[in-house]
């Protein structure tokens, strides 16, 4: 057995991974003939032709119709501008809550705050890291108006559970799909499984456009609700002649632009493949690290498919006789950075996402303004409980057996894989040392 690196002995390899590179020449030229047409951008923030953008676009968004089978997309800024519209073409408002994930990112709990509404929290599935079903039956009151639903890592959610609730409630779900592009359920994409749901184009996710969201529904009202908040709503209900409720109908600027749009185009066409490869990674990398009895691999939900935008694995202390900080800082030890993030090490760490309730936001009712709106609002009747321990499953998940990587993206060979599986492999033979 040769010496772990962490204890001083010769790193298993030295030369960094390859980078996530997605873009190629068709993107460069698309770009390049946006700039030379000198229409970067042709968003008006009135009632004009232009209010529903250029033509790459209405390009984008009528290919994305077409590719993920809806009525309706619509372009935003970015996946947290998406599920700020989307809260708001439902109506949220002060006095209203919406159930959400501790386990995501941080807009996929907060976005409820902009319309003065409250999260809360309700605990997830153990093996697929989405909320819980049943969990979230418990949180329902009168004034829960939505179910905010994450694909997390890219697994869709509890379609069956959840869209049994929201039909047993008529409580609408939002469906958060920043990480789980062409997952499947049923033969159906994740993204328009619950009422509304949201993509990201975030540079770092499956596909980009530098930054970017992408907005889906069969909901002819919501459609038309999203592109007025997207674009300065309260300048273009009027001349519009919108006859819809005026509820939120404050507007931002959360519009994509023509170069944006154009990258998207081409992304677009990739998305398959590139997902393809992901799939096929993680099957050889778990094939790889069969043997290793304290390694729990991802599962995949009954009649889905996974995306995996990140491969979420967990680690049985009881089992290895060690603590998972340990064994996951040894095999990181073993290996090198990935091109284009040097300076984030090893794309490997422990936990996660730290339940989001367990931020000063929610731990400090800070909230909007100096008395932390909604949070203090003496009109508020929500019980708003923070407090640790209210999710037992992200707290275990989170502090004792979870560890994400990202080296199993596309760009990664047979043989990184294989080098990947090997740190694994090495720190295994040697437990015994770090034991000690």
Known sequence: MSKLAIRGGKKLRDNLFPGYIVMGEEEAQAAYDVVKSGVLSKFLGCWDPDFFGGPQIQAFENECKEYFGVKHAITVNSNSSGLICALGALGIGPGDE?????????ISASSPLFYGAVPV?????EDYFC???????????????AILAVDFFGQPYDV?????????????????????????????YAGTLGTIG????????HIHTGEGGIIVTNDDDLATRCQLIRNHAEAVVDPMGYKGSPVNLIGFNFRMTEVEAAIGRCQLKKLKDLVLIRRENVQFLEQQ????DYLIMPKVRENCTHSYYGH????????????RKTFVDAVIAELPATELRETEGVLMGVGGVKPLYLQSLYQNRTGIGRLGYPFNDPNNKSEMNYQKGI??????LHFQELFIHELMRPGMSKQDLTDVANAFHKVAENINDLRE
């Open 312 to 323: 979420a694995i967990r680690f049985k202390e009881e089992i290895a006789l060690i603590n």
């Open 289 to 292: 690290l069969k043997g290793i």
């Open 131 to 145: 909320l819980s079903a049943a969990a979230v039956e418990k949180k329902i009151t009168s004034r829960t108006k």
């Open 198 to 205: 949201v993509f990201s184009l975030n540079y770092h996710k």
């Open 160 to 188: 069956d559970g959840l869209n049994a609730l929201s039909k047993k409630y008529n409580i609408p779900i939002i469906e958060d799909n920043a990480q789980g592009p062409l997952a499947t359920f049923k033969n159906k």
């Open 121 to 125: 929290f309700a605990d997830i599935e």
């Open 391 to 396: 999710c037992p499953v992200v707290e275990k």
């Open 98 to 106: 919406v159930i959400v994930s501790p386990f995501s990112m941080t």
